[in-house]
């Protein structure tokens, strides 16, 4: 049974209408990563759409990253500054959708702005710039560069020992990409973390208790799943969305 694997859309305005968007790099590392069939899901917030009900379809939820940041309200932050780009609809949607999905078990892939919103989902809070933290690197990207530069490996990370990295990888550090202005600061209950930079800021998290709960706040779905960090944690990902969509299928040939 082919997994399926829903990917929560960010909203932009273009020309006045809403419009509901998913990079196409997401929906491509799915198919190619997961052998998934991966399913956009609006972001028309909790009020429109029963997120049991959806986490109970799904097999999978790949949190993507995205040009916005989680308004700083839903982790009890201080106020934005007035350029921050902020995405309501897509924070409405996708924090009550993670703690559905996680009540539920399906398997829970987090990247970039996804891990923000997986810490913040159960009760974290987030630097809203770790730049300007004491003892805090700049881990923002070069924007004037091309992407194949942008994405490449920035820094080391230092894997947790004994954690899901660390075993699967069989090794104590990875390089990983960094392209991102916030970051975790106070790690939400049940979370355990799975990588740290150089600098101490919080890297990956892994869910307790989950087959498969992820979050990194790097970008494994770019330039290429062939890297081992990116193939370490997309073969995870699909090995808990499949075992998830075979047992709901054994549950529906009982039903039957």
Same mark, same amino acid.
């Given at each position: 049974m082919t997994p399926l694997i829903g990917i929560p859309a960010g909203v932009?305005?273009?020309?006045?209408?809403?419009?509901?968007?998913v990079s196409e790099k997401y929906l491509t590392a799915v198919v190619n990563g997961t052998?998934?069939?991966?399913?956009?899901?609006p972001a028309l917030g909790s009020e429109r759409m029963d997120m049991p009900d959806l986490a109970r379809r799904l097999d999978g939820l790949l949190l993507t990253g995205g040009l916005s940041n989680v308004e700083p309200h839903r982790y009890g932050g201080g106020p934005s500054r007035p350029d921050t780009p902020h995405d309501r609809a897509r924070d409405s949607t996708t924090l009550p959708l @993670?703690? %559905?999905?996680?009540? /539920? *078990?399906?398997?829970?892939?987090?990247?970039?702005?996804?891990?923000?919103?997986?810490?913040?989902?159960?009760?974290?809070?987030?630097?809203?710039?770790?730049?300007?933290?004491?003892?805090?690197r700049d881990h923002r990207s070069?924007?004037?560069?091309?992407?194949h530069?942008?994405?490449?490996?920035?820094?080391p990370v230092t894997l947790t020992p004994g954690g899901f990295l660390a075993r699967a990888l069989g090794t104590a550090e990875?390089?990983?990409?960094?392209?991102?202005?916030?970051?975790?600061?106070?790690?939400?209950?049940?979370?355990?973390?799975?990588?740290?930079?150089?600098?101490?800021? @919080?890297? %990956?998290?892994?869910? /307790? *208790?989950?087959?498969?709960?992820?979050?990194?706040?790097?970008?494994p779905e770019y330039p290429s799943l062939a890297d081992p960090v990116s193939k370490v944690l997309f073969d995870g990902f699909a090995e808990a969305a499949r075992a998830r969509a075979e047992a709901r299928l054994r549950a529906i040939l009982r039903a039957a």
């Open positions: 932009k305005i273009q020309d006045g209408v809403s419009i509901h968007t052998g998934g069939l991966p399913m956009i899901v @993670i703690r %559905a999905c996680l009540e /539920e *078990g399906v398997a829970v892939l987090a990247i970039c702005r996804g891990i923000q919103e997986l810490n913040v989902a159960l009760g974290g809070t987030l630097h809203q710039h770790v730049h300007e933290v004491d003892g805090k070069d924007k004037t560069k091309p992407s530069e942008r994405y490449g490996h920035a820094h990875a390089r990983v990409n960094s392209l991102h202005g916030q970051g975790i600061d106070r790690l939400a209950p049940g979370l355990v973390v799975e990588a740290t930079a150089p600098d101490g800021l @919080i890297e %990956a998290v892994r869910a /307790e *208790g989950h087959r498969f709960a992820v979050g990194v706040q790097w970008h």
